[in-house]
């Protein structure tokens, strides 16, 4: 866990000095009785986060250099329980249409002390709220290994939509030391991926894929059952018929592509009443004339 240097000299204030033995809340002091510039590296050695720093500079607001007085004695620190886990929230849905309030309400209520939220598609590989979130959820268990975190959800397609993703997802928490924990459905709880919710994971990615073919399936049913009534879709042709026709007649005759372009008229769409551009009328001439070959196919 990175402390920003004020969050670090308020944490070594929190303990007497066992060098120049200043009570807790009062800076370090030197030998000619001043205001130290750093703090006694044995004392900062006993906050856990600073245990790797060389050195802890004291605030210019204490007055390095400055006759020294005793401070103020450190205000009682709450300290959560044992036990008590920490939260990390990650709340997700695909589309800017979409609203991330019902989510975010429900991880609030389940006392997630952090939660990251974005608007993206799971099938998008890199997903930065989601990296962040479980890149949080490992520091907070790295610097206190004792410490219960919680990546918390509010659904299992949440994260990911599908078995790669959540095969993934699973080896990274089964590395770190993560639980999961689903607010809704009908597994909801909280996992241990160490222990039974190895077998939850794997029942996850298999129903996230049945999820994704079923949907698949009905959406490939619909375009079919679109397809069937004269609706496929896509934007609208520029040329019908007659103006194919028109246009292979006028070819015939050795009008060039570009006044051929200038004498047609798109008649539907949002370009209804211009001229079709030269490249369309080449693309549209260059297509195979389906009435003829339907004759040959008849006559063979």
């Given at each position: 866990m990175v402390l920003t240097s004020e969050e670090a000299a308020r944490a070594v204030e929190r303990h007497p000095c066992p060098k120049c033995e200043v009570p807790a809340g009062s800076v370090c002091r030197t030998r000619s009785g001043t205001v130290a510039a750093k703090y006694h590296t044995g004392r900062f050695t006993l906050v856990a986060a600073l245990r790797e720093e060389l050195a802890?500079?004291?605030?210019?607001?204490?007055?390095?250099g400055w006759k020294w007085a005793p401070g103020p004695e450190p205000a009682e620190e709450i300290v959560e329980q044992a036990g008590d886990p920490i939260r990390i929230g990650y709340a997700r849905c695909s589309t800017a249409q979409q609203d991330l309030d019902v989510q975010i309400e429900a991880?609030?209520?389940?006392?997630?002390?952090?939660?990251f939220s974005e608007k993206i598609s799971s099938r998008v590989r890199v997903r930065p709220e989601f990296e962040k979130a479980l890149a949080l959820a490992r520091q907070i268990k790295e610097t206190a290994p004792h410490q219960r975190v919680i990546f918390t959800v509010h659904e299992y397609k949440r994260p990911a939509r599908n078995s790669a993703e959540l095969m993934a997802l699973t080896a990274d928490l089964q590395a770190a030391g993560v639980e999961l924990e689903l607010l809704t459905g009908p597994l909801s709880g909280i996992y241990d991926p160490n222990g039974a919710g190895a077998l939850l994971f794997a029942v996850l990615a298999h129903n996230a894929q049945l999820d994704r073919n079923y949907i698949r399936e009905k959406t490939l049913e619909g375009q079919q059952a679109a397809a069937a009534k004269g609706n496929h879709?896509?934007?609208?042709?520029?040329?019908?018929?007659?103006?194919?026709?028109?246009?292979?007649?006028?070819?015939?005759?050795?009008?060039?592509?570009?006044?051929?372009?200038?004498?047609?008229?798109?008649?539907?769409g949002k370009n209804a009443g211009a001229n079709p551009s030269v490249a369309s009328v080449y693309r549209a001439?260059?297509?195979?004339?389906?009435?003829?070959?339907?004759q040959e196919e008849a006559v063979s």
């Open positions: 802890v500079p004291v605030p210019a607001d204490r007055h390095p991880l609030t209520k389940a006392h997630c002390r952090t939660i879709g896509g934007r609208p042709k520029v040329f019908d018929d007659d103006m194919l026709t028109f246009a292979r007649a006028l070819r015939a005759n050795g009008t060039p592509v570009p006044e051929i372009a200038k004498k047609l008229m798109i008649k539907t001439l260059a297509e195979p004339d389906n009435a003829a070959l339907d």
